[in-house]
Nanobody, 118 residues
Framework: QVQLVESGGGLVQAGGSLRLSCVAS????????MGWFRQPPGKQRELVAF???????NYSDSVKGRFTISRDAPRNTIYLQMSSLKPEDTAVYFC????????????WGQGTQVTVSS
């Protein structure tokens, strides 16, 4: 079983920065995907960024150039460095792990609130 715990959310002014962390426990290999989703108020959950062990990172167009995802494989930890934050970045941010075995299984953290004020 995989468990994910996020931290680092908070209140920040527009233009500021935050760094989110997600610590995973359980069996996750470097070939499994890990990433971040977010859910703004009144909207559905959307992909922010994901990475698969080996260095490849993918970002949604709305955060390219501002957010950076990184992965510390030995500790099964991922980070989301967020810079130049905008009010539209306000959302609950969720850590995700996609475990590839005989079938793909998604695991989710509890979420951490990020609020960006004008």
């Amino acid at each position: 079983q995989v468990q994910l715990v996020e931290s680092g959310g908070g209140l920040v002014q527009a233009g500021g920065s935050l760094r989110l962390s997600c610590v995973a426990s359980g069996t996750i290999f470097s070939g499994d995907g890990m990433g971040w989703f977010r859910q703004p108020p009144g909207k559905q959950r959307e992909l922010v960024a994901f990475t698969i062990g080996g260095g490849e990172a993918n970002y949604s167009d709305s955060v390219k150039g501002r957010f950076t995802i990184s992965r510390d494989a030995p500790r099964n930890t991922i980070y989301l460095q967020m810079s130049s934050l905008k009010p539209e970045d306000t959302a609950v941010y969720f850590c995700n792990a996609r475990v590839r075995r005989h079938t793909d299984t998604d695991y989710w953290g509890q979420g951490t609130q990020v609020t960006v004020s004008s």
